[in-house]
């Protein structure tokens, strides 16, 4: 089992996200940088949180056109397991693999703060592991976070159950106050219509360890750790 | 485009004394070209050559056994941390630039200072910052102080943010003296493992230097020199240019590229284009190793075309590199600077001959021996005098004040005013949880670290898998030191030293930013000589010695000097994580004791003087400052750890700004679990033991005394707790219990009563509305 974490110029939280992944979750896992083209070996893609590029241009604008991200696309048409976490979310939306775009903040400002998070399906590699009814509480750290989409898209996403998650209060009610960015039905993470490709703006990999405060973003990743599982038991 | 001619009107406006020039030619020989006129002009000023302050800087304490790199041998000082472990950290200012220029000024603060921290070998893994700025709530001048606070905290923001450096702690003072003059103070620490410790030295002649990073443009453009003098209307308009231009993503790349090269062992010597960029790096290189350095600008990358010698030697351009390679190694350099699609190029090579050789297209346009230019800059004793209105200051007598006629109001005046409220409208702008280590973000009296072993740079195999925890926190009440100078130092040494221990940690080491105002006023100099002597002698008594900072002199407006600010960053270390405190209550029924005095025994008035309750309430900076009893303090300290490492503390929160009734209601409104989501927790509290005739309520209630922090404690642990403390000599005393939605106070025949979430609306949402206006 290798998990990939791509670096882009000025990722930064590759390095979180890896570590995660080898030494919370103990699993095999590599950076791979983005001017590979080829994710032989590979059994799931973890795309970090960031600046790819300075986002100068738009947030994941340049990102998408990267090497790598043709393997991503490869990959993610076989089925293979890909999360794209905060600029990792931008950069799935910008190249096409999740539909909608991040646009800033309605406040103006970048936030860093701790938000709760309700799942709302459990039917994804990504949230399987997470308990009925639990409310998550994880750190975002954004200035481009809020999720937008047309109408249509809106209700699609609704109607195949591809919301993972939405910002809501302590109780799981999905206030205005609770929504830390402007996020169209408080929007948080959402999946592709084949389930293997997830995006979300809050950094689950800043709440693994205790020590942080919260381990509840432990639960993602070992939602795709079991998927990974089962995919090589398939495979075997 | 030929040099200007060298005459004394040139020589002037370099900021160079005619004396200072006679030395040049001395040095030299002859008379200087234009170009090392300017090169002179940038060493030699007080930002590079700290020639008004070297000698009081030596009385620091700056030894230690920790203490692997100390002050002013390099870009920063490191201290061991144990386990192979060790830490590079230092605090600098950005305090001219920002006020010209808010948001690129402060960013480039804080990308100089990650830089030198990288240039160490270590890993940035955290930052922190000390602000000040007029006041933003009410005043004529609030609508450009708000400018320049909304537009300094953007830029931090924008510059850690996309770096991706946590920014886990800070303070932000809002004063009348700062107004035209703010001052941004950027801290970074990194970490390493000792045998990753890099040098700034040009060892090994014949090995080549090379230039790494972005083009060197005409931004920034003698930003030392510019640093180094009164601000005015005039200087900040002829100045805008020398404010340089941030751009953190090619810092992240830099960085990135230089920690790979570091771990090949192909790099003889590093050091970053910082103040005074390519002249200073290749002259301290050179003075540092003993060697010489001889380079050629027509190999520099240029953004602009037609740049003059005198131009590229003296740019700011941001986040470059110098590199020493060892001779037959080039290719490593070239493979990862590739890699990360970053400007190289070789500019030149070290050389035996002593001498700082700078060539244009062949053509040598500065040949200065490196040492003498590097280290022998004049060294001043500037005059110094007690300044007339400290008289004043102790002839204030406090009892004058009138008593306050509403404590209840008082509290809540005290809890929104900028000063005292939450810094959140701050800190939320800042990433402060990217990197997984921060156990304890801003909010707390200090941040908590976590060190883990993939936070170290690559290269480091044999690392090991233990994890460390750091302490952080940066202090300075400067009305106390307006109005004592040497006493106010001590007390922001030993508030620094109490916030670390009230999260559990033992100091380290201290970095400390001088900001004061122009030298040569002998009034203001003695400001900066007595607060020298006072943090001295704290940070001695401390056992946390100074292992670099940094001067800015000449914070003045037209409006006058700022408030000498010597701002004290300190770093402690927490044994185990369960030792890690925070300053919130944790549960119903837990005891609240006041470690420390009530009031001033000797002097129950004193603790208002300089008090935040003067200034908020009425408009006043007046008043002896608190005492400062460096025996008392710690004491305090060590029975606070051992009671920590006991496991008797669910909370400690020191007491400062505001006295104990705003560090009361702190403990029951600070903690944030999430977004709108304040966790309230209240208490009852009985202070009526302190009560006597002579003691005023307010006084009692919000004086300043020092040497005191709040614990909660398990209802069994009090007894254990008090006793304790009584051998150890410091006074315990429970006042009260955790519990309910509302804070109350009795002291005698008063009481006073506060529903929380009334104090936590105007606490935590003072700053934004302040900035709505």
């Given at each position: ?6 670096q882009f110029p000025a ?22 940088w983005h001017k ?17 590029y300075g ?182 | ?114 830089r030198?921290?990288f ?91 090379f230039y790494v990073g972005p083009a060197t ?30 751009d953190p993503f090619m810092e992240k790349l830099v960085c990135e590229a230089c920690l790979e090269l570091l ?7 590093i050091?970053d284009m ?26 520099v990358p240029?953004r ?13 351009s941001q986040e470059r590199m110098l590199i020493?390679v ?6 490593e350099v070239k493979r990862i600077f590739d890699k990360w699609d970053l400007p190289w190029a070789r500019i ?426």
């Amino acid at each position: 089992m290798n998990v990939a974490v791509l670096q882009f110029p000025a990722s930064n939280c590759d390095q979180d996200a890896l570590h995660v992944v080898r030494h919370v979750l103990g699993l095999a896992g590599r950076f791979v940088w983005h001017k590979e083209n080829s994710l032989a070996g590979i059994d799931a893609v973890i795309i970090p949180g960031g600046f790819s590029y300075g986002d100068y241009l738009r947030t994941g604008a340049i990102a998408r056109f990267s090497p790598i991200m043709q393997a991503v696309r490869d990959f993610a048409a076989k089925g293979g397991p890909v999360l794209g976490i905060c600029n990792g979310f931008q950069i799935l939306c910008e190249a096409g693999l999740l539909p909608g775009a991040l646009i800033r903040n309605r406040s103006l400002q970048f936030r860093c703060e701790h938000i709760f998070l309700k799942t709302l399906t459990r039917l994804s590699s990504f949230t399987n592991k997470i308990p009925d009814g639990k409310i998550l509480r994880l750190p975002i750290a954004h200035g481009e976070g809020c999720y937008f989409a047309d109408d249509a898209t809106l209700e699609q996403l609704e109607k195949e159950d591809r919301i993972l998650w939405q910002y809501a209060d302590a109780n799981g009610q999905l206030t205005e106050a609770a929504n830390p960015n402007g996020s169209l039905r408080n929007i948080a993470g959402i999946c592709n219509e084949a389930r293997n490709v997830a995006g979300l703006m809050p950094h689950p990999e800043r709440a693994s360890e205790m020590i942080l405060g919260s381990a509840d973003g432990r639960l993602i990743f070992e939602g795709l750790a079991g998927a990974l599982e089962g995919r090589m038991a398939k495979a075997a | 485009m030929s040099d200007p001619a060298i005459t004394l009107e040139l020589v002037l406006q370099h900021n160079l004394t005619p004396e200072e020039f006679d030395k040049i030619k001395g040095i030299l020989g002859r008379e200087p070209s234009y170009t090392e006129l300017g090169i002179f002009s940038v060493m030699w000023s007080e930002h590079c050559s700290y020639k008004n302050t070297r000698p009081l800087l030596k009385t620091f304490p700056t030894k230690s056994p920790r203490i692997l790199v100390g002050a002013g041998e390099e870009n920063a000082g490191i201290m061991d941390i144990g386990d192979g472990l060790a830490i590079a950290f230092k605090i600098e200012s950005h305090n001219h630039p920002s006020a010209v220029e808010p948001f690129q000024g402060a960013a480039t603060g804080v990308g100089g200072i990650i830089r030198d921290i990288f240039t160490m070998g270590a890993r940035p893994v955290c930052a922190i910052n000390s602000l000040r700025f007029g006041p933003i709530d009410a005043g004529e001048n609030s609508v450009n102080n708000r400018r320049l606070f909304g537009g300094v905290v953007s830029g931090i923001a924008h510059y850690g943010n996309c770096f991706g450096i946590p920014t886990i702690a800070g303070e932000v003072y809002f004063d009348p003296s700062y107004e035209g003059n703010p001052l941004v103070n950027a801290f970074c620490l990194g970490v390493l493992r000792h045998e990753q410790i890099a040098r700034g030295a040009a060892k090994g002649a014949g090995n080549p230097v090379f230039y790494v990073g972005p083009a060197t443009g005409r931004d920034g453009l003698a930003g030392a020199a510019f640093a180094s003098r009164d601000l005015t209307e005039e200087s900040a308009g002829q100045q805008r240019g020398a404010v340089q231009v941030g751009d953190p993503f090619m810092e992240k790349l830099v960085c990135e590229a230089c920690l790979e090269l570091l771990a090949t062992d192909a790099v003889a010597g590093i050091q970053d284009m910082g103040a005074a960029g390519l002249t200073c790096s290749t002259c301290e290189t050179a003075a540092r190793a003993g060697t010489g350095i001889e380079i050629e600008l027509a190999l520099v990358p240029q953004r602009a075309p037609g740049m003059t010698p005198y131009e590229i030697m003296l740019s700011e351009s941001q986040e470059r590199m110098l590199i020493i390679v060892r001779a037959g190694r080039e290719d490593e350099v070239k493979r990862i600077f590739d890699k990360w699609d970053l400007p190289w190029a070789r500019i030149g090579e070290v050389t035996d001959t002593g001498r700082m050789v700078v060539k244009h297209n062949g053509a040598v346009v500065a040949d200065i021996p490196a040492r003498k230019l590097a280290d022998e800059a004049p060294v001043y004793h500037p005059e110094s005098r007690e300044p007339a209105y400290l008289q004043a200051v102790r002839a204030f007598s406090l009892a004058s004040v009138p008593a306050s006629t509403d404590p209840a109001a008082d509290l809540k005046r005290l809890l929104s005013w900028p000063g005292i409220a939450s810094k959140n409208w701050v800190y939320r702008q800042y990433d402060h949880t990217v990197r997984d280590g921060s156990a304890v973000g801003p909010g707390s009296d200090a941040a908590v670290l976590r060190i883990k072993a993939d936070s170290l740079p690559s290269g480091a195999a044999n690392g090991s898998a233990v994890e460390k925890y750091l302490a952080l926190t940066v202090d300075c009440n400067a009305a106390y030191v307006y109005l004592d100078p040497y006493e106010g130092a001590k007390i922001a040494v030993a508030e620094a030293a109490r916030n670390l221990a009230c999260a559990g940690a033992v100091p380290l080491g201290t970095t400390d930013n001088l900001n004061f105002a122009n030298p040569h006023n002998p009034e203001l100099f003695w400001q900066l000589k007595e607060s020298v002597r006072g943090l001295a002698e704290a940070c001695r008594f401390f056992d946390a010695p100074v292992t670099g900072g940094n001067c800015s002199l000449y914070n003045q407006s037209p409006n006058g000097p700022i408030d000498p600010t010597p701002t004290v960053a300190m770093v402690g270390l927490i044994e185990k994580p369960e030792h890690i405190t925070t300053q919130w209550f944790k549960d119903e029924g837990d005891a609240v004791i006041l470690l420390g005095d009530a009031v001033d025994e000797q002097d129950p008035m004193r603790g208002l003087g300089g008090s935040a309750w003067l200034q908020a309430l009425h408009h006043l900076k007046a008043g002896s400052p608190p005492r400062c009893d460096l025996e008392k303090e710690r004491s305090l300290h060590n029975t606070l750890r051992g009671f920590i490492a006991c496991g008797l503390i669910k909370s400690a929160h020191d007491c400062s700004e505001g006295g104990l009734a705003v560090a009361l209601a702190e403990c029951c409104i600070s903690q944030q679990i999430a977004r709108e989501t304040p966790r309230l927790i209240g208490t009852h509290i009985d202070l009526s033991f302190a009560v006597a005739e002579t003691t005023r309520l307010d006084a009692l209630l919000f004086g300043e005394t020092q040497s005191r922090v709040l614990v909660s404690v398990a209802p069994l642990d009090v007894v254990k707790v008090a006793e304790r403390a009584k051998i150890l000599g410091v006074s315990a005393v429970k006042i009260g219990a955790v519990g309910g939605d509302e804070l109350t106070i009795k002291a005698g025949a008063w009481g006073g009563k506060w529903p929380l979430a009334e104090l936590h609306d105007l606490w935590w949402n003072a700053i934004a509305r302040s900035m709505a206006q």
